[in-house]
Nanobody, 128 residues
Framework: QVQLVESGGGLVQTGDSLRLSCAAS????????MGWFRQAPGKEREIVAS????????YYADSVKGRFTISRDNAKNTGYLQMNSLKPEDTAVYYC?????????????????????WGQGTLVTVSS
């Protein structure tokens, strides 16, 4: 069983930055693609960014491209989402998730159905 624990959320102002972390238990993180999703009140959960198992491939939603950066440190079993130039529309609960596709996979996560494991979420609130 894999457990994912997000941290780093909080209340910030427009234009500020935050870095979210996703700490994974178990030995499968290095053989799993990782994604960050978010869910705003009354809206569906949506993909924000994803990264391949090795970190060589990344994907960003158009709404965050150029502002957010996804990364991972497999030695620490931890993934990150650096969020810069935050906007009020970025306000949401942010979730990390993994898809165990194997160490050599280059696949990226694009939707919730790709994922095997989920964290409990961390709230990001951006005030105007």
């Amino acid at each position: 069983q894999v457990q994912l624990v997000e941290s780093g959320g909080g209340l910030v102002q427009t234009g500020d930055s935050l870095r979210l972390s996703c700490a994974a238990s178990g030995r499968t993180f290095s053989s799993s693609a990782m994604g960050w999703f978010r869910q705003a009140p009354g809206k569906e959960r949506e993909i924000v960014a994803s990264i391949s198992t090795s970190g060589g491939g990344t994907y960003y939603a158009d709404s965050v491209k150029g502002r957010f950066t996804i990364s991972r440190d497999n030695a620490k079993n931890t993934g990150y989402l650096q969020m810069n130039s935050l906007k009020p529309e970025d306000t949401a609960v942010y979730y990390c998730a993994t898809a165990q596709w194997g160490s050599w996979s280059r696949r990226l996560i694009y939707n919730i159905n790709d994922c095997n494991y989920w964290g409990q979420g961390t709230l990001v609130t951006v005030s105007s």
